[in-house]
């Protein structure tokens, strides 16, 4: 159960209430995390754009991307991130059998070099934010600077976001519910 309300356009107040207004005009899905952002007014819009920004016009491939986002999903116990991407993964190109072998990726054969680089990376920023030469090397021999810096960003994001999800217990919608992992 929710630590915090989700707030609906009625109960919102300044521009938080503009955004969700704004989504249920578009018929756009209003999820339970935007309706947990709302309750910060003043953030919600930007708190989207940046997501926005990284999921529609980023430079790291599609399929990379994803597969950061579900490993910070694993690496901070978001339950709600992971059921949210799942279906994201997939259509970027994630396979059914990386997804499965996500959590063992140092060892699985699912995962070719530039993958290992990427999820070391993701290990490293996301559970010691700093992240050793070595790493930062390995996935720049594979990453140009602009991809190291937003798969940086895209740990970064998704890691905040996992820790709203999971500090105030937000609720998976049930059409995403399907989508947890069993240990969750």
């Given at each position: 159960?929710?630590?915090?309300?989700y707030l609906t356009t009625e109960d919102a107040s300044g521009d938080a209430k503009e955004v969700?207004?704004?989504?249920?005009?578009r018929g756009s899905d209003v999820l339970n995390l935007f309706r947990t952002v709302a309750n910060s007014p003043g953030t919600l819009r930007n708190f989207m754009r940046l997501g926005s920004s990284l999921l529609r016009y980023g430079i790291l491939r599609p399929v990379l991307r994803e597969l950061a986002i579900l490993?910070?999903?694993q690496l901070t116990g978001a339950g709600y991130e992971w059921a949210h991407h799942i279906p994201i993964a997939r259509a970027a190109g994630v396979s059914e059998e990386q997804i499965a072998a996500l959590e063992r990726w140092e060892n699985a054969p699912e995962f070719d070099d530039q993958q290992r680089a990427v999820l070391a990376y993701v290990q490293a920023a996301t559970l010691d934010v700093?992240?050793?030469?070595?790493?930062?090397?390995?996935?720049?021999?594979?990453?140009?600077?602009?991809?190291?810096v937003e798969l940086t960003l895209v740990c970064g994001y998704w890691g905040m976001v996992a820790r709203v999800l999971v500090a105030a217990q937000v609720d998976v919608e049930p059409e995403y519910v399907r989508h947890l992992p069993s240990t969750t």
């Open positions: 159960m929710a630590r915090v309300g969700l207004a704004g989504m249920e005009e490993r910070v999903a700093m992240v050793a030469d070595d790493i930062f090397g390995a996935a720049r021999e594979h990453l140009s600077e602009g991809e190291v």
